[in-house]
């Protein structure tokens, strides 16, 4: 079946330091979308990629979609503790609504 | 804008009673709500698909008659978990799309603790 390959598991990140994050599927997706889960929280739609090679910006945030629209990666740049929690990405393939959910990121940020 | 609610937010219940969960979206029409079942630490499982007026779709291995899901207007679905037991002791999230979008908007969830 489909599946959305996310990595790393886990993050442990000085504040101030880069951190990313990638996603893999094993089919070509119609659009990703990226969500954050703060620890105890419930999930929060960040962002949505539709074209290939596409790039957006959230201020210190940029998420990309790869060309095959196979993968797609989340960048953040000089994080803060704020930035603690978990992100998921997410992609549907043709017209399906339907999410398929990657594994998730867990960040960890020391202050 | 697309605000989704879930009632309640926490529930204990004992073994073999039915737990039900409501999902509203407080701002916008739902024509499609998704439920989520989420364990510690680990991603979302999706269990259904629900559309209104029309039957939910389940997911694989997902009991239907277990888990009631009733999608009667464009802003309630509620889930019932029939005949609740321990193991079903979880994390239950609701999401819904807004008509035209594919985001997901997501309720606070249900934290569900069978006894």
């Known amino acids: 079946g489909q599946q959305v390959m996310q990595i790393p598991q886990y993050q442990h990140v000085q504040e101030g330091e880069d951190f990313t994050t990638y996603c893999n599927s094993s089919t070509t997706l119609s659009n990703i979308q990226w969500y954050k889960q703060r620890p105890g929280g419930h999930p929060v739609f960040l962002i949505q990629l539709v074209k290939s090679g596409e790039v957006k910006k959230q201020k210190r945030l940029t998420f990309q979609f790869g060309e095959a629209k196979k993968n797609s990666s989340l960048h953040i740049t000089a994080t803060q503790t704020t930035d603690v929690g978990t992100y998921f990405c997410a992609g549907t393939a043709g017209n399906n609504r339907k999410l398929i959910w990657g594994l998730g990121t867990s960040l960890a940020v020391n202050p | 804008g697309a605000v989704v609610s879930q009632h309640p937010s926490w529930v204990i219940c004992k073994s073999g009673t039915s737990v039900k969960i409501e999902c509203r979206s407080l701002d916008f029409q739902a024509t499609t709500m998704f439920w989520y079942r989420q364990f510690p630490k680990q991603s979302l499982m999706l269990m259904a698909t629900s559309n209104e007026g029309s039957k939910a779709t389940y997911e694989q291995g997902v009991e239907k008659d277990k888990f009631l899901i009733n999608h009667a207007s464009l802003t309630l679905s509620t889930l019932t978990v029939t005949s609740a037991h321990p193991e079903d002791s979880s994390f239950y999230i609701c999401?819904?799309?807004?008509?035209?979008?594919?985001?997901?908007?997501f309720g606070p969830g249900t934290r569900l603790l069978v006894l």
């Open positions: 999401s819904a799309i807004t008509p035209g979008r594919m985001a997901q908007y």
